[in-house]
Every structure is written in C-alpha cells, then in structure tokens.
C-alpha cells in the first residue's frame, strides 16, 4: 500500500548580536535556553479495515441447485481514525472439496464453467473495475481475480466527540451470487467435480487526502494487493 507522505518544515532560527564596544572592551552577554523536543507519533491504527458480510449465511452455499440465490454483500468498513480511499480483489479459487487445489485460483477452463452458471450483481453505481498492477489481467468480468475500487471515501468513526460519529462503510461491492436456473444436471455435475468454488475476497484501503477524486489510473498505482489469494480456509 502506498502510504501517505508528511513533510516536516524545520525553521532554522538565526540570531545577530549586536556587539556595543565601550573603550576598546566588548561586552556579551550569553544565555542558554532548554532545549525543545517535538515528538511526531504515527498511530498504528490510523488506517485500519474490515471486510463485513452483515447478509452472508455459509449454510445457504450447501447443496446448491439453479435457481438458488444467495445473499453476500461484502463491504469494506473504515475501523481507523481517519478517512479512506478503499479497494477490493476478488478472486475465483476451488472449493474445499478440490483436494490439492482448494483455495488455489481456478483454470481457465474451469472459471469458465462457473462464471457461465452463476450470476453476481455487480455494484458498478458505487464501485469501478481497474487494473492492478500487481496481478494479473483483472480489468475484464471474466477474469479469475478482479479488482475495483469504491467511488466514495469511507468516513472514520469518532467515538469521543458528542453526538457519537459511528465508523463508516462502503457500498456493498455486490449483494448475491446466484445460480441461474438454466443449468442443466451435466453443468452441475462438473461443478461438483470440481469441489466446488469459492469467492475470496482481499480489501485495501489507503488514506483519503492522497487525491480529491479516484479514478482508474490512480487506483492503479495506488492500492497493492497479493499475486495470488492468501491461505484460504
């Protein structure tokens, strides 16, 4: 993540004495003063997230069939003290049922099997694709990771002040998943073949006063994310 760059301005003070000479015999007069320590301390929880899923129940991704519509609405939450620029990854990996390829990223076979049997309602009003720089081809919809960042900065919380401010949160990045009802028995039977998949997603945030507006290019350079998911349950 790239992090925010604070400039510090020392003023040198430069003092002239004047020297008054009486008969030849200079006069000074000296002074000490104590010495003036300024502390600067970065806060660790100055930019801090979560990703919440107030509407996501696991037990409703068990024994799917078409038609099941499932409620996940991920969202990045502001935990820090100040305001957020926020990013989010997601990545199409295996199920926990794949063996040795749970959790790795899907072939490009087999994400193709799946983005042809769900359907995710992408919040594009609120969220923008970009291309991470960092990763792989993520700008298209049918890329196995993806990356978009929220059009709106996310507000810090402010428990100390009254009437309490309460920690801010994106959009819901999407809000279902579901499993359109023109599967047939064959496209589910290799879905379960597979193991299964999963949606993981990785959230970055960065400090808001890095620009006045996000677009593509800054978010580009701007938010960093792992080449690959990390370790998935």
Request: hydrophobic share 45%.
């Amino acid at each position: 993540m790239k992090k925010g760059i604070i400039g510090i301005i020392g003023i040198l003070m430069i003092c002239i004495v004047s020297l008054l000479t009486v008969d030849g015999t200079v006069a000074i007069s000296t002074s000490i003063t104590a010495p003036c320590v300024n502390h600067f301390v970065f806060a660790a929880d100055g930019v801090q997230a979560v990703i919440t899923e107030p509407g996501w129940d696991p037990a409703s991704a068990l024994n799917l069939v078409p038609g099941r519509v499932l409620n996940k609405d991920p969202r990045i939450q502001n935990t820090g003290t100040v305001d957020e620029w926020s990013a989010a990854k997601v990545s199409f990996c295996y199920g926990p049922a794949a063996g040795d390829n749970a959790g790795n990223l899907l072939s490009e076979s087999d994400l193709a099997k799946v983005l042809a049997a769900i359907t995710v309602d992408w919040n594009t009003g609120s969220w923008t694709r970009f291309e991470d720089s960092t990763a792989a081809v993520t700008i298209a919809p049918d890329a196995v990771s993806q990356t978009f960042y929220c059009q709106s900065i996310v507000k810090a919380g402010d428990a100390e002040s009254l009437p309490f401010v309460l920690p801010g949160a994106t959009e819901p990045l999407f809000t279902s998943v579901t499993i359109k009802d023109t599967n047939t028995q064959a496209q589910m039977s290799e879905l379960k073949a597979m193991g299964g998949f999963q949606i993981f997603i990785e959230g970055c945030v960065v400090q808001s006063n890095i620009t006045a507006a996000m677009t593509v290019d800054i978010a580009a350079s701007t938010f960093s994310f792992a080449d690959t998911p990390v370790s998935l349950p």
